[in-house]
């Protein structure tokens, strides 16, 4: 994975999961190459931040506008 590709994304419910954002982003026309949500070692609940890694730089900069 590119780190010049990802973006931290935050504030999304909890209950949201890796496949809903993939599907959400793909809706928009944006082709992810990972999506990764924070998970808690303790609860084994999701946090509610994480990274998108894109596949280019001109989906991550459209994305960004």
């Known amino acids: 994975l590119n780190p010049n ?6 504030n999304f419910p909890e ?3 890796e496949e809903d954002i993939v599907e959400i982003f793909k809706s928009k026309g ?3 190459e990972a999506v990764k949500i924070f998970v808690s070692k303790q609860t ?3 946090k509610v931040r994480g990274f998108l890694n894109f596949n280019s730089q001109e989906d ?3 994305c960004l506008d």
């Open 30 to 32: 944006f082709n992810l």
């Open 5 to 10: 590709l990802q973006l931290v994304f935050t």
């Open 15 to 17: 209950f949201v999961t």
């Open 60 to 62: 991550m900069m459209r």
């Open 44 to 46: 084994n609940e999701a």
